[in-house]
């Protein structure tokens, strides 16, 4: 069960970890001694009890008629480490996507504007467009793909009219 749980099960006060509740061992309900009282751990992947006057974490649990498996969370939330890593990089390459395009639309306005340094934003505008594709070629790859697969048609239908052109 969660560590939320857990201290319900002991009547636990208060929303801070960790949470104080009555040990059921050594006091007795309704007797409060602030110090003495017995302290609900939530760690990463299970709860942890400790009582200040040395009352065995199993004594406690059998008290309100749980065991240590009690005290094991099943996260469903929880993500294997490969699957965080495979998050955390799409993550990563979300955020770079977003940035790329934004200096995009910069470099392409810039070029326009600046007349006198064409080259030079042309060539910052081509390293961008690169990099954006290195990018979306590891974040989106269908989508990239779809998108050459119909620059490659357009491509074809513009050199089949040409040739229709030069025919007629
Ligand atoms: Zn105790």
């Given amino acids: 069960m969660t560590a939320e749980a857990l201290a319900d099960k002991f009547n636990a006060k208060g929303r801070k970890w960790p949470r104080r ?15 003495l009282t017995l302290a609900i751990y939530a760690d990463e992947d ?14 406690i649990l059998a008290a309100v008629g749980l065991t240590w498996k009690d005290t094991i969370y099943v996260q469903r939330e929880r993500l294997a480490p490969e699957e965080y890593k495979a998050q955390r990089r799409k993550q990563e390459l979300r955020a770079a ?15 326009a504007t600046e007349k006198g340094k064409q080259a030079y934003w042309a060539a910052a505008e081509k390293r961008i467009r690169h990099e954006l594709f290195c990018v979306r070629w590891e974040l989106e790859r ?10 490659w048609d357009w491509k074809q239908a513009a050199i089949n009219h040409g040739r229709k052109a030069r025919t007629a």
């Fill in 97 to 111: 996507k977003e940035s790329l395009e934004r200096q995009l639309g910069l470099v392409i306005m810039l070029r």
């Fill in 46 to 59: 299970r709860s942890r009890l400790w009582c200040p006057a040395g009352c065995k974490a199993d004594d």
């Fill in 21 to 35: 509740a009555v040990c059921p061992v050594h006091q007795r309900q309704g007797q409060r001694y602030p110090s």
């Fill in 142 to 151: 269908e989508k990239v793909e779809e998108e050459i697969m119909q620059l």
